[in-house]
């Protein structure tokens, strides 16, 4: 008995030979054969990547069958078992009469190198750039915290490079159907998957509508100058219907990511204890202004204040917050940047945005503006509208959200570079808006 009849024996295996052999690779791959399936590649004259479209299935049999194909057919035993498969061409395979069935013709993919994927997304990128991102990856982790890496733009997309984990936790969010709010952020194309980080490619917003002639808010005046209040009205009326969405479609679609407030740095003390402490490796002279800017009781003055806000955090109702709302994620009236959604309440987003200094705002324009954001929420968030203590309790811890927020502000700048006036001015800026804050808020 020849190969051929002896492999015709085994159910689901059909193997012609003469003018037009043919192969049933449905049946090879389902009997889990890869070795057979690379004995009838070299027959029929196929080429390596139709082996391995058989060979896929089940090579945890293969020295067994190696073994059982070899005994059968000596002739093929070294070839079989060493799975050294000669290189052959198409040609050769059309030449020889084989032939592969239409359902399978396609089931051999080339997957895609991170660079092969850049040069697809970004027509016009140069290599250079690509190099860059790559050696980034290689030499920077991005391990921990949000900050990202580089940032990779055209017309058409944004990529931004993160932690791994951290694209995931935005990857998921942008999954989320966001109802009323999902004109108001880019859309998620792909995520490329690098050694140590990814890049999360998302759709570039400031070549499309802006959000702001979404919403209705333009904040330009007739001459052409910024109206920061209809600015401030925008983003507000904007994360009203984040918080309500995002809320809405944690309960629905799953929140197992999200993590609730966590109010330390990377070094695990909270952000009003690392005011006070400068990074290693600060320059003398700069390590001297950083103390010399810092009043030396604020840990003392600001920590029971932000200690007793975070635990009203962990109390009573909570909402989606975004985390990070900020002018530097709201790119052409939208918003950006999910790495550290989390649960929270809503005051949280509104004092981290608010406490912007470009703003400039006064006591009276805070509270003013909580009110403006409870309204315009209750005229979409009819369960919202009907919470008024929940209203209530946005105003009297407004103050205390803004101390939280300021700190975090003043602690993330020691990762600036401090020897750079403009960085070394924002740290004052925040420092003194706390100081003004403490002579005037209303604190529990």
């Not at 003390?269 to 010399?292: N, V």
Request: aromatic share 8%; with cysteine; proline share 5%.
């Amino acid at each position: 008995m020849g190969l051929l009849e002896i492999i015709n024996q085994i159910p689901g295996l059909t193997v012609q030979a003469g003018g037009g052999r043919s192969l049933n690779y449905a049946g090879i791959a389902s009997a889990g054969l890869p070795i057979i399936g690379g004995v009838l590649a070299y027959v029929c004259g196929l080429d390596n990547d139709a082996y391995h479209t058989v060979a896929s299935s089940s090579q945890a049999s293969a020295d067994m069958v190696a073994a059982v194909v070899g005994t059968m057919a000596g002739t093929f035993a070294g070839f079989v078992t060493g799975l050294g498969l000669t290189p052959v061409t198409v040609n050769r395979a059309i030449r020889n009469g084989a032939r592969i069935p239409e359902e399978h013709e396609e089931q051999t993919i080339k997957i895609p190198s991170p660079r092969d994927r850049l040069r697809k997304l970004f027509p016009d990128i140069e290599e250079q750039h690509i190099d860059a991102i790559l050696q980034h990856d290689l030499q920077t982790p991005l391990k921990g915290g949000y900050s990202s890496g580089l940032i990779l733009s055209s017309d058409v997309l944004v990529a931004k490079q993160a932690a791994k984990e951290n694209n995931a936790h935005e990857q998921r969010v942008y999954q989320w159907d966001l109802g009323s709010f999902d004109p108001y952020r880019p859309k998620l194309e792909e995520v490329v998957g690098l050694e140590n980080s990814s890049l999360l490619v998302l759709s570039n917003v400031d070549f499309l509508q802006s959000g702001f002639a979404k919403s209705g808010y333009i904040p330009f005046n007739a001459d052409g100058s910024f109206n920061i209040g209809r600015y401030i009205q925008h983003n507000l009326f904007v994360m009203g219907l984040f918080h309500k969405e995002a809320t809405k479609a944690a309960k629905e679609q799953g929140d197992d990511f999200l993590e609730p407030l966590i109010y330390r740095t990377l070094d695990g003390i909270p952000h009003y204890e690392a005011i006070t402490i400068p990074l290693q490796g600060m320059a003398t002279r700069t390590y001297r202004q950083f103390k010399q800017d810092t009043p030396s009781r604020i840990v003392q003055e600001i920590g029971p204040i932000i200690d007793t806000f975070c635990q009203y955090l962990q109390q009573g109702e909570v909402s989606v917050i975004h985390g990070d709302w900020k002018v530097g994620n709201l790119p052409n009236g939208h918003v950006a940047d999910y790495a550290i959604i989390q649960y929270g309440k809503e005051i949280v987003d509104i004092a981290n945005f608010l406490s912007e200094p470009f703003f400039d705002l006064q006591p009276e324009d805070f509270r003013r503006h909580i009110k403006t954001y409870i309204g315009m929420r209750a005229e979409h968030d009819p369960e919202f509208r009907e919470n008024n203590s929940k209203h209530q309790e946005m105003v009297s811890w407004l103050d205390s959200a803004r101390m939280k927020e300021l700190s975090i502000y003043a602690s993330v700048m020691r990762k600036r570079d401090l020897s750079d006036s403009r960085m070394a001015e924002r740290r004052q800026q925040f420092l003194h808006e706390m100081g003004e804050l403490l002579k005037v808020g209303t604190f529990h």
